[in-house]
């Protein structure tokens, strides 16, 4: 099978820690997920759209949202997985989807900050993928990205805003990067961005009539443990998040590091 992503793509990922590849979703896809958005935001109206965590569980899950399998079949859509099987080898869990929908005119801002210090994983490992279900452009808060800030696979201390209108509490002090050196990842309607878990960064507010929307999809190697004991931010983040019962999924070869729980969070969840 002809590899999704060119040998070009996975060097800047590998280089510069992102990646916006040539493939995008199929349009009549794009068109369904941005139905499946509207209804996913009508079933939700008490949480914050830039905060809908876990979308892809269906029903009520332990995040407080109401997802939809649809998210999930996202996740597991064949070129999604291998272009993450090309980055990150071929043993891959899928342990994460967020929604990130950005209202018009007061849509969160996103501080800077690296997704690695708020996830219980270790070694701590993942690629995200974003996938643009509405245009993403500069002018409604693109996904902004520091280049070959994941290089050094360190992670640099955050501190912890105390501020409702962000969609995420925690925040990278501004001496650890160089904000002059992002670059905008303007994506339209199924188009994607793949970043690595210790890229920096972060998005602006949405004060444009354009509503911004991104499934964040979090794949993680197996060689990789989610310890479900760990709570590296300590409820800090300003997300619901339950990783003690957050269900993980076997998409790909074999759980390396077997210390991987498949069954927990799964009760009446699967497809
Ligand atoms: O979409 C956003 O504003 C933030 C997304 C993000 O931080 C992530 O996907 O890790």
């Excluded at 493939?23 to 905060?51: C, G, W, Y």
């Excluded at 188009?191 to 964040?216: E, F, K």
């Excluded at 989610?226 to 790909?252: E, I, M, V, Y």
Aim: charge should be negative.
């Amino acid at each position: 099978m002809q590899s999704i992503l060119t040998k070009k793509e996975v060097t800047q990922y590998q280089q510069e820690g992102y990646v916006v590849p040539g493939f995008s979703l199929p349009q009549e896809m794009v068109h369904q997920l941005q139905i499946t958005l509207q209804q996913l935001i009508d079933a939700n109206p008490n949480v914050r759209p830039e905060k809908l965590v876990s979308a892809h569980i269906e029903g009520k899950n332990d995040d407080g949202v109401i997802g939809s399998k649809k998210f999930l079949e996202l996740a597991m859509y064949p070129p999604l997985v291998d272009m993450v099987s090309q980055l990150i080898g071929p043993n891959l869990a899928l342990w994460g989807c967020q929604i990130f929908c950005k209202p018009t005119e007061e849509g969160y801002a996103t501080p800077w900050h690296q997704d690695g210090q708020y996830w219980p994983i270790r070694p701590l490992a993942t690629c995200t993928v974003w996938v643009a279900i509405e245009p993403s452009l500069k002018s409604n808060g693109c996904l902004r990205v520091i280049p070959q800030s994941h290089q050094n696979k360190i992670l640099h201390p955050h501190l912890f805003e105390d501020k409702v209108e962000l969609t995420l509490n925690q925040s990278l002090q501004k001496d650890t990067f160089d904000s002059l050196k992002a670059v905008d990842l303007e994506l339209q309607p199924g188009q994607m961005s793949l970043h690595d878990v210790y890229m920096i960064h972060g998005a602006d507010a949405n004060t444009s009539h354009m509503r911004r929307t991104g499934v964040a999809i979090r794949y993680m190697p197996t060689t990789s443990h989610f310890d479900r004991t760990l709570h590296p931010a300590k409820g800090t983040s300003g997300l619901n998040l339950n990783f003690a019962t957050r269900p993980l999924w076997l998409l790909k070869g074999k759980d390396v590091c077997g210390l991987n729980d498949f069954t927990v969070g799964h009760q009446q969840k699967d497809l």
